[in-house]
């Protein structure tokens, strides 16, 4: 079976620019989380869906982060637009009964911004 | 913060000797869990102790958990450098809906 699928796995962009990242949950995972992780602070929770509704987005971190899921499978996390200190890896992952249950996380998104 | 902390934060070893890595916390929790993550991929789930559980053992890992002194601890004994990796302890709170908040991680280094 297949585990959490996240693209692109790098992407380099520049300062200003769009950037839209892409999240296929393990299917009939009903929970799906975007988490960022950086060497000062760590892993944080951005936001997490529970049967494809937001739930907590505290953690995003001001108006240019936004993410949606328009379906069961599918996912995006959108920064718009995009800064430097924006470089990190994001992560997304996806749990069968929720935000306290174990997570499966993909292999991540490593995202430069010059 | 409700954050687990994990300790030490970095620990070097020798291939075939044990490793011991802790967490401690604040609050009541529901459950506790411990992830890897190898570098430049993803955290990979290893064992979840649920509060009202002591112990228990997944292949040469295994994990204690003290209630009363709100810590909990990971043991990889006989390690192999392919145990070379962080691990994370998170703690979850507040039942189905609460939150499941991950520490900064111990960075295991095995030596071959």
């Known amino acids: 079976d297949a585990g959490v699928i996240q693209s692109p796995r790098h992407e380099v962009t520049e300062m200003g620019q769009e950037v839209t990242l892409r999240c296929k949950p393990i299917s009939g995972h009903n929970s799906l989380f975007w988490y960022r992780q950086t060497m000062m602070r760590g892993l944080e929770l951005l936001i997490y869906f529970n049967n494809n509704v937001p739930i907590d987005d505290s953690g995003m971190p001001e108006d240019r982060f936004s993410a949606k899921m328009p379906n069961a499978s599918f996912s995006t996390l959108k920064i718009q637009p995009s800064e430097p200190r924006d470089s990190a890896v994001y992560f997304c992952a996806s749990s069968l009964l929720g935000h306290t249950d174990t997570q499966y996380f993909g292999p991540g998104t490593r995202l430069t911004v010059l | 913060s409700q954050q687990g902390e994990e300790d030490p934060q970095a620990l070097s070893i020798q291939e075939g000797e044990n490793a011991t890595m802790n967490c401690s916390y604040k609050?009541?929790?529901?459950?506790l869990q411990w992830y890897r993550q190898n570098s430049g991929r993803g955290l990979v789930h290893l064992i979840l102790i649920r509060s009202n559980e002591r112990e228990k053992h997944s292949g040469r890992l295994r994990v204690t958990l003290d209630t009363s002194k709100k810590s909990s601890s990971l043991l990889i004994t006989a390690s192999r450098a392919a145990d070379t990796a962080s691990y994370f302890c998170a703690t979850a709170y507040g039942g189905s809906q609460g939150n499941l908040i991950f520490g900064k991680g111990t960075k295991l280094s095995v030596k071959p």
């Open positions: 609050t009541s929790i529901n459950n």
